[in-house]
């Protein structure tokens, strides 16, 4: 036995010795250009062709690793044997990922590629303002030789289309609000934002269904319009006008719209913005795929409807075109409820600086942005800020009409289309519409007895009857109203026709009289 330890180490002195003597004849520079002259032999013969995504380029996060390791998390969840588990903040779901030193194949218009997560030690630093992590990471693309003119580009980007979609499926969305007075957070950044938890849905929304189906559709022509607006030389944005009386479900679109594209929401409040050029700087920070709000645009400032404001006593117009797009009229000076004038530090928004801000140059900051009004009014709006261009799709939010009643019910009571008698249906169909309840009142009424719902739907029902039998009369004393309004119209319409009678016969009687005089 000692014999063969004495053997073994004498065989490790020899090894050693070579090894040693190798190292002493052939230098490192040597050793190190015959393995890179051996790597370039094998490559020239090698049928695949390789390419390494660093996690660190320099001193900067590579965007292509992140959204690689994105990638790869949609399909070695059902595939991988060990994975990487995480969860990011911002974050409704947990997110898998390659493990160390394990591959995956991935297969993009019928070529398949080999993805492989590297992770090495980092041997030492040099001095960096930056500490760099312990570890080096690295995806490795292999591609065959003839296949990489054919997919690599559009591979790459199809991998960074698809890295998005999942950041934004995956992380909460967020609801910004612009600072008050204009201030700037520790960022620089002009916006507040807080998670955005609303459950609203499309599928929750009490709405005619076919008018939700249109939306939907039309929401998602918008998304995935990117070459269509670039061919067409339009910039990609598009404007919604939400009117309708109080109560009908205006935010709630707006969360239902968010939801289904994944997008955040901009809530901009105009009685905080004092200028014109803070508009733009505003419309600056906000991001690609995002929402942007004014809501109660008719009371929030004073745009005044030009159509109803600039006539005067002749019926004709008191203000060129020029002076109401002046941003020094007082008349567009928006003072909103009770604010004042921007010289003493309150609002001073034009009608002008509103248009650009929706469909000017300063509009194309970013891309995939929509942009939503709310009114109550539509009346008291300019019309300027209603056309195609700014208000691409005007939606009206009605009454609650009886497809909306069914969705109501199935949300608050959960009653299905057979859970309810015929006759109570059909009594419902008849009185809803005249009833003019908006979707709110009726839900109240759902919620007060939502764990009885017998009595919630009869408690609903005496309250639509109700309700229709004042607007039957009501609309009975309107129509009286307006038949005597009519009537005390006529007789005005006659008196001034009769009035310019009865000055033509004091005239004459009062020239007989002189001429009489003068005769005498």
């Given at each position: ?12 002195g020899?090894f ?19 393995a890179k002259?051996?790597?370039r032999?094998f490559?020239?013969?090698s049928?695949?062709?390789y ?6 380029d ?15 998390s949609?399909?070695?969840s059902?595939t ?13 779901g947990?997110?898998f990922?390659?493990?160390n030193?394990?591959s ?20 030492g630093?040099s001095f960096?303002?930056?500490p760099?992590p ?5 995806f490795?693309l292999r ?8 997919i690599?580009?559009?591979y ?7 890295a998005?979609?999942i ?7 967020l609801l910004?609000?612009?600072s008050r007075g204009g201030?700037l ?15 609203s ?8 269904p ?5 939306i ?16 067409t030389?339009r910039a990609w ?9 109080p109560?009908?479900g205006k935010?709630?679109?707006?969360a239902?719209m968010?939801n289904?594209?994944?997008y955040?929401?901009?809530d ?9 050029s803070?508009l733009r700087?505003?419309?600056?920070k906000?991001?690609s ?5 004014i809501?109660?645009?008719d009371c ?6 030009r159509?109803?404001?600039n006539k005067?006593?002749?019926?004709s117009s008191?203000?060129s075109?020029r002076?109401?797009?002046d941003?020094?009229a007082?008349e ?5 409820c ?15 600086g509103?248009?650009n801000?929706?469909?000017?140059l ?7 942005k ?8 539509i009346?008291?709006l300019?019309?300027?800020?209603l056309?195609s261009?700014r208000?691409?799709?005007h939606?009206?939010?009605s009454?609650?009409?009886?497809p909306a009643l069914k969705i109501?019910?199935n ?6 289309e ?15 519409d ?10 109240e ?10 009595k919630?739907?009869d408690?609903?029902?005496e309250?639509l009857?109700?309700r229709?039998d004042r ?14 309004d ?8 006659a008196?001034?026709?009769e009035?310019p009678?009865?000055?033509?016969e004091?005239?004459d ?5 002189e ?6």
């Amino acid at each position: 036995m000692k014999e063969y330890w004495t053997s073994v180490a004498s065989l490790l002195g020899v090894f050693a010795f070579c090894q040693t003597i190798l190292q002493t004849v052939f230098p490192p520079e040597l050793r190190y250009a015959s393995a890179k002259l051996f790597n370039r032999i094998f490559h020239c013969f090698s049928s695949y062709c390789y390419f390494d995504i660093t996690e660190i380029d320099g001193v900067n996060t590579n965007e292509l690793y992140n959204a690689v390791q994105l990638y790869l998390s949609s399909s070695v969840s059902l595939t991988g044997n060990r994975l990487n588990l995480t969860r990011a903040v911002n974050s409704s779901g947990f997110t898998f990922g390659l493990a160390n030193n394990d591959s995956i194949v991935d297969t993009f218009n019928g070529v398949n590629v080999v993805w492989e997560h590297v992770v090495t030690q980092r041997q030492g630093q040099s001095f960096s303002w930056r500490p760099l992590p312990d570890e080096k990471r690295g995806f490795t693309l292999r591609i065959k030789k003839k296949d990489k003119s054919f997919i690599l580009n559009s591979y790459l980007d199809y991998i960074m289309e698809k890295a998005s979609e999942i950041r934004r499926k995956s992380q909460d969305r967020l609801l910004y609000t612009n600072s008050r007075g204009g201030s700037l957070d520790s960022r620089g950044h002009p916006w507040d934002s807080v998670p955005f938890k609303h459950p609203s849905t499309f599928d929750t929304l009490a709405m005619d269904p076919q008018k939700k189906k249109e939306i939907m559709e039309d929401l998602q022509d918008f998304a995935n319009g990117q070459s269509f607006y670039h061919k067409t030389g339009r910039a990609w944005k598009r404007g919604y006008l939400l009117y309708g009386p109080p109560g009908t479900g205006k935010s709630s679109m707006i969360a239902a719209m968010a939801n289904y594209l994944g997008y955040d929401i901009y809530d901009l409040e105009l009685t905080e913005v004092h200028h014109n050029s803070d508009l733009r700087k505003l419309l600056m920070k906000t991001t690609s795929k995002s929402i942007i709000v004014i809501e109660d645009i008719d009371c929030s400032i004073s745009l005044p409807n030009r159509k109803n404001n600039n006539k005067n006593i002749n019926g004709s117009s008191s203000l060129s075109s020029r002076s109401y797009y002046d941003s020094g009229a007082p008349e567009m000076r928006g003072g909103g409820c009770g604010s004042a004038s921007g010289e003493d530090g309150g609002n001073s928004i034009t009608l002008s600086g509103l248009l650009n801000f929706t469909d000017g140059l300063w509009s194309c900051c970013g891309s995939e942005k929509i942009f939503v009004f709310t009114t109550n009014h539509i009346e008291k709006l300019d019309p300027a800020l209603l056309r195609s261009g700014r208000m691409d799709m005007h939606i009206f939010m009605s009454y609650c009409s009886f497809p909306a009643l069914k969705i109501l019910l199935n949300n608050y009571l959960g009653c299905e289309e057979g859970d309810l008698d015929d006759s109570v249906l059909k009594e419902l169909e008849e009185v809803v519409d005249m009833a003019r309840m908006t979707p709110a009142d009726i839900s109240e009424v759902l919620i007060k007895n939502r764990r009885k719902k017998e009595k919630a739907v009869d408690e609903l029902l005496e309250t639509l009857k109700l309700r229709a039998d004042r607007n039957e009369k009501n609309g009975a004393l309107r129509v009286k109203n307006d038949h005597e309004d009519e009537e005390e119209e006529q007789e005005k319409r006659a008196l001034d026709s009769e009035s310019p009678k009865l000055e033509s016969e004091i005239e004459d009687n009062c020239k007989e009289a002189e001429e009489e005089e003068k005769i005498k």
